[in-house]
């Protein structure tokens, strides 16, 4: 039987079955590598038009849809938000509405609410791409975080991966929970207590408040950003920033406890010499951190041509 992806929107890893997810990873892995090659463009998706509608900050992942969809042969549009009718204080619906009106195919989105993009679809006509909404969900790094993982491990199943840092309030962790779990990797989430979250407690994952425990035997290391941007810490986080990088912040002394062929991953921007020391994020023994934006690429590649081809 030939598959074809069952989904008209990407709106979290929960929804993907693992064949689909084992869909995406290997047209991605094809994408990565035209993505070296000097035809990086196709004409797939010719007379097609994608969106990016960012209510948040982004360099990596807008930048990143923009050029997947351009190497699909797409047309983009971006849309300064700042500069836009939402300035002069049109709600996200009648934005979505005013743009599905244009004919686009796809409209990615990023906003500062759990829920944001779901919100749209019963409305829109376009496929919705969630690119982070909120501390919900952020499926497309969750699928360039395992398809890095992947291409160093060359399996995602039974593996020890641990997530450490502001979880509470990270998409990027619970979006990766979800694809995890499907892979029966033994996850650990690693965080004082003032980053975490009581839903945590239910995603099958173990919890440590050790950073030195919690990496032990890792074969891949996730490091979240603290999201000062975000409410919901309910404390200073300043205060405790010196105490929080002694304990949480990964360098190399801390890596020894994980397997010697350990891979560390940052879904960036990284706050230098808090989750990370400078050393251990240039180096490349450990750090894939570029790697993960190269294959954000070739995800986004991926995803967008499923969902216009099923
Ligand atoms: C992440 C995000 O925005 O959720 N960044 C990203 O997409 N590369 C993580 C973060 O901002 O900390």
Excluded: W
């Amino acid at each position: 039987m030939t598959y074809s992806f069952p989904h008209r929107h990407l709106l979290d890893t929960d929804i993907l079955s693992r064949t689909d997810v084992e869909a995406i990873l290997s047209l991605a892995a094809r994408y990565a590598l035209q993505n070296r090659s000097p035809e990086k463009k196709i004409d797939k998706f010719r007379g097609k038009t994608s969106v990016n509608l960012f209510f948040e900050n982004s360099t990596r992942t807008r930048t990143s849809f923009e050029i997947a969809a351009k190497r699909l042969g797409m047309d983009v549009v971006n849309i300064p938000v700042a500069y836009s009718s939402t300035a002069k204080g049109e709600t996200l619906l009648d934005t979505a509405l005013t743009l599905n009106a244009m004919q686009i195919d796809t409209l990615v989105i990023r906003h500062a609410e759990d829920g944001a993009p779901q919100s749209l679809i019963p409305h829109i006509d376009a496929h919705v791409i969630n690119a982070g909404d909120g501390k919900h969900a952020h499926p497309t790094q969750a699928l360039l975080d395992a398809l890095t993982i992947l291409r160093h491990k060359g399996k995602l199943d039974g593996l020890n991966v641990a997530i450490c840092g502001d979880v509470a309030r990270s998409r990027v962790a619970r979006s990766n929970i979800h694809l995890l779990n499907k892979f029966g990797a033994n996850i650990r989430v690693i965080a004082p207590e003032y980053f975490l979250s009581p839903d945590y407690k239910e995603m099958g994952v173990e919890l440590c408040d050790s950073l030195e425990k919690g990496i032990k035997d890792s074969d891949a290391v996730i490091m979240l950003r603290i999201q000062h941007e975000r409410e919901g810490l309910g404390c200073s986080f300043s205060e405790k920033a010196q105490d929080y990088i002694a304990a949480y912040g990964l360098d190399h002394a801390k890596m020894k406890a994980a397997k010697p062929d350990a891979i560390v991953l940052h879904p960036g921007p990284v706050n230098r010499g808090v989750e990370l020391t400078n050393e251990l994020a240039d180096d490349p023994h450990y750090s894939v951190i570029r790697e993960q934006v190269e294959m954000g690429v070739a995800v986004r590649m991926a995803v967008i041509d499923l969902l216009l081809s099923a």
